[in-house]
Every structure is written in structure tokens, then in C-alpha cells.
């Protein structure tokens, strides 16, 4: 568990799905994200960071205020997908239900997983990805110190050709020294 006064980015548990399915169906969240999910698809989805952090002790955790209870979202490092310019780097990655926004829930949570990740990881850097369209999430990289790399632009090969998602930009930050 990593603990910030605000927040506590945890290992999901049965409580959450629930909550999360409405995060995957919030049409302002899923608009730089893709389709809004069913119930099985967003369980499927956290069936699989369940796994992903049994398999490597890291995964989209989730995002949790320690105030009152409440999920908030997910934070946390996955390896970059396959058929991508970061396929298997550590990549970082946020997500938080719209009624959460600007409240800088997002940027006490990176910066939290960005200090886990140097702590805890051999990974000399970490990746992100996100759409052009997202602002609020290449803002938010762009606060934390990561860098624009137009080298590593890609079409998302999971979107179809003509998708306005598909063109993904690709952000770094290198291991403090």
C-alpha cells in the first residue's frame, strides 16, 4: 500500500467493482479512453490488474481518500503494451472518476507512484500514454516532470483505423540521479 496524506493507492478488493464499473461508465472519463464498458467488461479489467499485481508486485492500484473510504480511481505502473513504442517499459498511469477532477487527487498519486517506482523498481525510466486530446493527462505528465518523445507517437494497434483515440503520444522521465 502507498499512503499520501490524501490518498491510499491499494490492492484491489470485491468492495471495488462496483464503484469502478461506474468510473468505466462515465462518458466524461471514457471520452479520451474508449467505449463505455459493461459490467463484465470492467471486471475483466480489474480481474486482470489482480493478476498483473500478483505476477510482478505492482499494477493500477486502486485509488482510494482516506477521509472517507471512497474510490476514487486507479494510479499505478503496468508494462507498456505489446505492439507499441513502450512495449514492456514501466509505464505510469491515472484515471479518476469526473467528479474527482481537479481536486489534484491525480498528481499527489503520480507523484507517489513515480517515488514508489524509482524505490522500488530496477527501471532506469517510466513511460506514459496518452491521446493528443487528453490535455488534463499530458498536463498532468508534463507537472511531473516527464517529456514529450514524438519519436515514440504511435497508432494504438487495439483501436481501428480511423478512431479518433488511435494516435497516442508517448511521455518519459529518466531515473533521478
Known amino acids: 500500500m502507498i499512503l499520501t496524506p490524501r490518498l491510499a493507492l491499494r490492492s484491489w478488493a470485491a468492495r471495488d467493482r462496483a464503484p469502478y464499473h461506474a468510473i468505466k461508465q462515465d462518458p466524461a472519463v471514457m471520452a479520451t479512453l474508449g467505449p463505455l464498458q459493461t459490467r463484465a467488461e470492467s471486471d475483466a479489467t480489474l480481474d486482470r490488474l489482480i493478476a498483473f499485481q500478483e505476477l510482478h508486485g505492482y499494477t493500477f492500484w486502486a485509488m482510494e481518500r482516506r477521509s472517507d473510504g471512497v474510490l476514487l480511481g486507479y494510479a499505478g505502473l503496468l508494462h507498456g503494451p505489446e505492439d507499441t513504442p513502450i512495449a514492456g517499459a514501466l509505464e505510469i498511469g491515472w484515471g479518476l472518476g469526473s467528479a474527482h477532477w481537479g481536486r489534484g487527487y491525480a498528481r499527489e498519486a503520480a507523484e507517489a507512484v513515480l517515488a514508489w517506482a524509482w524505490a522500488n523498481t530496477g527501471a532506469d525510466q517510466v513511460?506514459?500514454?496518452?491521446?493528443?486530446?487528453?490535455?488534463?493527462?499530458?498536463?498532468?505528465?508534463?507537472?511531473?516532470?516527464?517529456?514529450?518523445?514524438?519519436?515514440?507517437?504511435?497508432?494504438?494497434?487495439?483501436?481501428?483505423?480511423?478512431?479518433?483515440?488511435?494516435?497516442?503520444?508517448?511521455?518519459?522521465?529518466?531515473?533521478?540521479?
Open 127 to 177: 513511460t506514459a500514454i496518452t491521446t493528443p486530446a487528453n490535455t488534463r493527462s499530458w498536463g498532468l505528465m508534463e507537472r511531473l516532470g516527464m517529456r514529450r518523445d514524438p519519436a515514440g507517437d504511435f497508432l494504438h494497434p487495439k483501436l481501428a483505423d480511423g478512431d479518433p483515440l488511435r494516435p497516442h503520444i508517448t511521455y518519459r522521465i529518466a531515473r533521478p540521479i
